[in-house]
């Protein structure tokens, strides 16, 4: 498990140095755009951005057309992926409480109400030996074990995606017109 993580920590450091590399150039290209834009207002428009100095609208410039998205894609992923030890931390506890609050029935109580017979699973009385049901229950309760971890795992990947998706949408910027004139 210590190497899957590893390899996770290592890929991530590599993504994160990539997007890094990706937004010096990001910034640099935006900022000659802005003394583009910038040269271009003053010639046809001086009246519209007056009260704005260069390096106040290179910031609102570089703020609408900055591409977000993969800040926000690496930060999901990252999150996820260096949350899963809690999650699964949580999820062991979880398991752990609910057995010990009586929640989930032992092994051993389901297995007197069941039997494994050639590939399906059915309820029966306590006509088995207590082997036998302990090695059925334990195999039926495996499985669900596994639905749980599956959805909860799933769960946790849902919230974090919401979070970030609904930061996301909630600093969108608007048109670069529209941020010069809340600017001004």
């Known amino acids: 498990m210590l190497l899957f993580f590893g390899i996770v920590i290592l890929a991530l450091a590599g993504m994160h140095l990539a997007f890094w590399r990706w937004r010096r150039k990001i ?5 000659e755009g802005a ?9 046809n428009e001086p009246a519209f951005i007056e009260g704005l100095d ?16 993969p800040g926000y894609a690496l930060a999901t992923l990252t999150t996820f992926l260096l949350a899963l ?3 699964f931390a949580l999820l062991v506890g979880a398991q752990w409480f609910a057995g010990a609050a009586g929640i989930i029935p032992e092994p051993i109580e389901v297995a007197r109400q069941m039997s494994l017979e050639g590939d399906t699973i059915t309820i029966l009385g306590n006509n088995l030996d207590e082997e ?53």
């Open 85 to 87: 030890p809690v999650i």
């Open 35 to 43: 003394a583009i834009e910038w040269a271009h207002f003053q010639k």
């Open 132 to 184: 036998t049901r302990y090695q059925t229950a334990l195999y039926y309760i495996r499985d669900l074990a596994g639905f749980y971890y599956f959805f909860g795992v799933l769960i946790c990947w849902l919230i974090i995606v919401a979070f970030f998706m609904r930061r996301y949408h909630a600093r969108r910027p608007g048109y670069l017109r529209d941020e010069i004139i809340r600017a001004r």
């Open 27 to 31: 910034e640099q290209e935006l900022g």
């Open 54 to 69: 260069e390096a106040a609208f290179t910031a609102i410039y570089k703020r609408v057309n900055d591409s977000r998205f």
